[in-house]
């Protein structure tokens, strides 16, 4: 029977990100047993990430939001994966009510265009949940590649987050109520995390001569 460890922490925040008191509740959730991951490359592909793996808690309001957390790779940080192919997506939800719609965006600033969306489904709290992506995404690495997740929560800390240290502009991407990404830390200096996300990415198919 897994048991869980509560640290709740109160930040101040902006009054126009979080809850209408300007204060924030930052809860950290920890398994008793550690989350086991798989090796992060084989024979067959390997798991993009900045996060470091482990879950440290949920980030978000405590109340009803709507916003958009990703990981973004520019042109270099792709060099080596031009034409592979993303075929899952996980991540680690912390709300059980939340709805997740994991999304795969493009662009080299901050306002990318939406490229795919798939709801996920079979959430589990605090657990890695694998969304296999019912068509693969090629990646385009001059295009620059944001992946992640909407999520659409009535309550709580929906969105996983590890201890950090952050990935600056690159792990810890968020867009909260504003048609730009901005780094997490933009809204709230004390979270310097990265969201728990990876993709599983694979050597697509040669082009035809």
């Not at 309001?61 to 042109?75: I, K, L, P, Y």
């Amino acid at each position: 029977m897994k048991k869980n460890l509560q640290l709740i922490a109160f930040t101040f925040v902006a009054m126009f990100l979080f809850a209408s008191t300007g204060y924030a509740q930052l809860v950290m959730q920890k398994n008793s047993g550690a989350v086991t991951l798989p090796a992060d490359k084989d024979d067959e592909g390997e798991w993009l990430h900045w996060d470091t793996g482990e879950n440290q808690g949920g980030i978000g309001t405590d109340g009803a939001a709507n916003f958009d957390v990703a990981s973004f790779w520019d042109a270099d940080d792709l060099a080596d994966y031009h034409g592979y192919e993303i075929t899952s997506i996980r991540f680690i939800p912390n709300f059980i009510d939340a709805t997740y719609t994991i999304t795969i965006w493009t662009g080299l600033g901050d306002t990318p265009d939406e490229m795919y969306t798939q709801v996920a489904t079979d959430i589990a709290v605090g657990e890695w949940v694998t969304v296999e992506l019912n068509d693969p995404f090629t990646i385009d690495a001059s295009a620059g590649l944001w992946f992640g997740y909407n999520v659409d929560t009535p309550g709580g800390y929906p969105a996983g987050n590890d201890a950090g240290p952050q990935v600056a502009g690159k792990g810890n991407m968020i867009r909260f109520g504003d048609p730009n990404f901005v780094e997490l830390t933009a809204l709230n200096d004390a979270l310097t995390y990265n969201w728990n996300l990876q993709a599983w990415v694979v050597e697509g198919e040669p082009e035809p001569d």
